[in-house]
Nanobody, 121 residues
Framework: QVQLVESGGGLVQSGGSLRLSCALSGRTSKRYAMSWFRQAPGKERTLVASISWSGSTTRYADSVKGRFTISRDNAENTVYLQMNSLKPEDTATYYC??????????????RGQGTQVTVSS
């Protein structure tokens, strides 16, 4: 079993920044790719960004390219999402997920409980 705990969410003004963290614990010996998803009230969950286990490959949704950066520190078992130039439409609950295949983030093995991000205009 792997546990994922997100942190770093909060309330920020439009144009501001936040850094989300996702801490992995438990049986972390497997080399998981990691992703961040988000879900706003009444909307479907969408993929925000993914990163391979080595960190050498990343992928972003078009809506966040150039503003968000995903990274990871495997020694600390932590994945990050740096969010800059935030917009009100970024408001959502953000989840991190661990998945075996980088190309299949929606087929995740584990997912955290989420952290709320609210961007005021």
């Amino acid at each position: 079993q792997v546990q994922l705990v997100e942190s770093g969410g909060g309330l920020v003004q439009s144009g501001g920044s936040l850094r989300l963290s996702c801490a992995l614990s438990g049986r972390t010996s497997k080399r998981y790719a990691m992703s961040w998803f988000r879900q706003a009230p009444g909307k479907e969950r969408t993929l925000v960004a993914s990163i391979s286990w080595s960190g050498s490959t990343t992928r972003y949704a078009d809506s966040v390219k150039g503003r968000f950066t995903i990274s990871r520190d495997n020694a600390e078992n932590t994945v990050y999402l740096q969010m800059n130039s935030l917009k009100p439409e970024d408001t959502a609950t953000y989840y991190c997920a661990a998945h075996s295949s980088f190309s299949s983030p929606t087929l995740y093995d584990y997912r955290g409980q989420g952290t709320q991000v609210t961007v005021s205009s």
